[in-house]
């Protein structure tokens, strides 16, 4: 279980041992917490909270692309720009997973990967490339990802003073 919050006390039991105290982030965490019984060895993980990619950069992305795919394809439409931004998560070096499954399983894997690429297919198998969607990114992955496409943009001939105002 992975859940986010902020260290609020740190003090002692009566028996002298160490005790943390944690106000987390989603009120809904508690409810996962409060399954584990009270006698449970627990292995803690504590680290940072990466800060989630912003609204503003998922925008600010999607808008690049889409300037993009209407140079480079004259009427842009969601499959282009969709096919765009595989390619980009790929050639950035997204995080990604191969996985052979069944034929008949694709739609499956399509509604829990949103971003994928068709590697290969044969007889009733097929080789999929399961990317982490840019949902998942942090600042800098997004920020990373955001260069890449401005990069592009430029090499298609997209003006990208407007951009580099808003990032």
């Not at 009566?14 to 409810?31: A, C, M, S």
């Not at 399983?105 to 009733?124: G, N, P, V, W």
């Not at 990114?137 to 496409?149: A, E, G, P, S």
Request: net charge positive; glycine share 6%; proline share 2%.
């Amino acid at each position: 279980m992975k859940v986010k919050g902020r260290l609020k006390n740190l003090n002692y039991s009566i028996d002298g041992k160490p005790q943390v105290t944690f106000e987390l982030e989603r009120y809904l965490d508690i409810n996962k917490i409060g399954e584990i019984k009270g006698d449970d060895l627990l292995n803690i993980n504590i680290s940072n909270a990466k800060k989630s990619r912003t609204l503003d950069q998922n925008n600010l992305l999607w808008a690049i692309i889409s300037d993009i795919d209407k140079k480079v394809n004259g009427i842009p439409s969601e499959i282009s720009r969709w096919d765009l931004y595989i390619q980009g998560i790929e050639e950035a070096g997204v995080e990604f997973e191969d996985v052979i499954i069944p034929k008949k399983s694709l739609k499956i894997f399509k509604q829990a990967f949103r971003a994928y690429k068709i590697l290969d297919e044969k007889d009733d198998k097929i080789l999929l490339r399961c990317f982490l969607g840019s949902s998942k990114f942090d600042t800098k992955q997004m920020t990373n990802l955001i260069d890449y496409f401005l990069k592009k943009a430029s090499e298609v001939g997209v003006t990208i003073i407007d951009y580099t105002k808003e990032f």
